[in-house]
């Protein structure tokens, strides 16, 4: 079973630093993120403190269903959390329950 986080801000920030990690892992994640986010290697260290870029990487994650679920089961969290994590850092908000 698939641990829910808590989503405070921090845990969020910690999602999206770990998001932004497994991106980099893989040479054709990494390469798919800076196109479609425009933004240049080299700049990936600094923008990681921004939380409008974590956003972005969290973002990133949502709009693709099969990176968004193997990024999940390789955190060992419910896909759902990122969504939670958007919410937390300001981003996308999350669906409200039936």
């Known amino acids: 079973m698939k641990r829910r ?10 999602l999206a630093i770990q998001a932004l990690t497994y991106l980099a892992g ?3 994640r990494l390469s798919r993120f800076l196109v ?5 290697p080299g700049k990936i260290r600094a ?5 409008e870029f974590l ?13 968004l679920t ?13 969504g939670k994590a958007l919410a937390a850092l300001g981003g996308r908000r999350e ?4």
């Open 70 to 82: 193997d990024f999940a089961d390789e955190a060992g969290i419910h896909p759902t959390d990122i």
């Open 26 to 28: 893989d040479s054709e």
């Open 5 to 14: 986080l808590s989503m405070t801000v921090e845990a969020a920030e910690g």
């Open 55 to 67: 956003v972005g990487v969290l973002d990133h994650l949502v709009c693709d269903e099969r990176l």
């Open 47 to 51: 923008a990681s403190s921004e939380p």
């Open 95 to 98: 669906p409200e329950s039936p």
């Open 36 to 40: 479609s986010t425009g933004i240049e």
